[in-house]
């Protein structure tokens, strides 16, 4: 193919677009623009959908103004989002009743135990491969119950990827990621589930179709004449954007485990077809690099963690902690000995039911800086990237590690995550803030979706058994301190089957005594 493709990446707080070469790969003209998050004190976290809509004019415009002459070009585009966010529109139009309504928003909560009620984890397994259900069912029931007259014939429920896919197609879909968060997908027969949205009291076509594989649409004429682009050219999505970071990361080698260590750190990893594993906390999505499936794994933990600690531990405002990192970690990559911290933060307390809260520190002294505490934590995040796919690496589902997101900026996470999945080799990106963009082309031009990424340099063999002696350590608290971790269990093979609920108990297998709504994951 020649010409220019042009990727989208929806963020829930940042929208990316990038225009490449679809001959070479190589990017040529790139922007972006941070989205605004209304949050309220009932636990609200909304977007405007026209501002939404008005921010990609205004990235496509500068996208042709860069692109000059080239703009005329364009020979397709791709599109990826956020998951889990709810609007409800106009079917024909678009035009929004609703704010959209973030993952993370808590105000159907309330709602979250008539969804789960009589229900147990087998009866979510069956359906959705997970032991919990999407957030998104106690919305419908919020939303059924607050505003019933929004949920009619001429009206769809859509996600900021449904929503962005229609205003460039003209076309309603869907991707699977976001159908399991809106809990509407039965991710055995990859299909919309009827008898999931009766829980609701939702009928299957008041959600958007499911896209089956990298389906493509025409750029719809409307769209055409607003960005100066040629109607009829292909689009392709939408995809959830942990879809699209691992279509990018698979240019690097066969079967890459994905690391995307962003808002939330979660990794992603093409299982085939005949493996059998368990996972209590899983997003399971038909295979897209071929047979089988796509896991989306996350760690219910992640950089709104370190946000916390960097904003407590680490002197000066944001730029200035940011820079004083380095300096943090030049002496040493691990905190003092004994020093450990668990990362919980936004976890339910284990001890005190009812209560937010389950991070801890062990092993603090009158000698322990505030740069140690940090250092903690930021060690404890990789442990748990280790914990949760230790498996994936020992069964050598992944033939190695690529590594993203605003924490793998930072050298350090890289290296202790060297150091925990040796022998596996890790990569990181050359362009990473444009993953998501490249991904996104993956069937249009596997060139341009591969990502450009270099190896991590290896680390020596007495900081590898450093850091895994401080990993057993932290592995030995955590069992002795929490019994049933609040942190959920890892992927698990050769267990009780892919369907059922993890029941294996291992060391590094927690989460078993207490479950956490789909809310509380954050998933």
Request: charged share 20%.
């Amino acid at each position: 193919m020649s010409g220019i493709l042009v990727g989208i990446d929806l963020g829930t707080t940042y929208l990316k677009a990038a225009a490449f070469d679809a001959r070479t790969g190589a990017a040529l003209v790139s922007c972006g623009e941070r989205l605004r998050v209304h949050i309220g004190a009932t636990g609200q976290r909304e977007q405007s959908p026209v501002e939404l809509e008005k921010a990609l004019d205004r990235l496509m415009v500068t996208l042709r103004k860069q692109a000059g002459r080239n703009w005329n070009s364009v020979a397709g585009l791709g599109l990826a989002a956020q998951g889990g966010s709810t609007c409800i529109v106009d079917r024909e139009t678009a035009r929004p009743h609703t704010p959209m309504i973030l993952w993370n928003d808590t105000r159907a909560f309330e709602y979250y135990p008539r969804v789960k009620k009589d229900r147990p984890a087998s009866y979510w397994c069956r359906h959705t491969m997970r032991e919990d259900p999407g957030m998104g069912l106690a919305r419908l029931l919020w939303l059924r119950e607050t505003k019933p007259g929004l949920l009619k014939d001429s009206n769809v429920y859509s996600g900021a990827g449904e929503f962005f896919y229609f205003l460039l197609t003209g076309v309603w879909r869907q991707d699977a990621g976001n159908a399991l968060q809106t809990g509407c997908y039965n991710a055995v027969r990859k299909d919309i589930d009827p008898e999931l949205l009766a829980i609701a009291g939702v009928k299957p076509d008041f959600v958007a179709p499911m896209r089956k594989g990298h389906e493509l649409h025409p750029l719809s004429r409307q769209a055409a004449r607003r960005y100066g682009l040629r109607d009829g050219i292909p689009v392709a999505g939408p995809y959830m954007d942990h879809e699209a970071g691992y279509l990018s990361a698979a240019g690097c080698a066969s079967r890459p485990l994905q690391m995307s260590l962003g808002t939330a750190w979660v990794g992603n990893v093409m299982l085939d077809a005949a493996d059998k594993w368990t996972s209590p906390y899983q997003l399971v999505l038909p295979g897209i690099t071929g047979p089988g499936w796509l896991v989306v794994q996350p760690l219910l933990t992640g950089n709104i963690v370190l946000d916390w600690a960097l904003e407590t531990f680490v002197h000066g405002e944001h730029e200035q902690a940011i820079a004083a990192l380095p300096g943090i970690f030049a002496k040493d990559l691990l905190p003092p000995e004994g020093l450990t911290a668990f990362p919980w933060l936004n976890r339910p307390n284990p001890f005190l039911p009812g209560v937010l809260g389950a991070g801890m520190f062990s092993g603090l002294n009158l000698g322990v800086q505030r740069s140690d505490l940090y250092k903690a934590l930021a060690a404890s995040l990789t442990f748990e990237m280790e914990r949760v796919f230790e498996d994936v690496r020992t069964a050598r589902r992944a033939g190695c590690v690529v590594v993203g997101g605003g924490a793998s900026k930072g050298g350090f996470f890289v290296q202790l995550l060297s150091a925990l999945f040796h022998p596996l080799p890790v990569f990181t990106y050359e362009d990473g803030d444009l993953s998501g963009a490249r991904g996104v082309l993956y069937a249009l031009s596997r060139k341009v979706a591969k990502a450009r990424a270099r190896r991590a340099a290896a680390v020596p063999a007495a900081l590898r058994d450093r850091v895994r002696k401080r990993y057993d350590e932290y592995i030995r608290l955590m069992s002795e301190t929490y019994g049933a971790c609040p942190a959920g269990g890892g992927l698990v093979f050769g267990s009780a089957g892919r369907t059922a609920p993890a029941s294996v108990p291992r060391v590094r297998d927690y989460g078993r005594g207490r479950r956490m709504s789909s809310l509380q994951q954050g998933m």
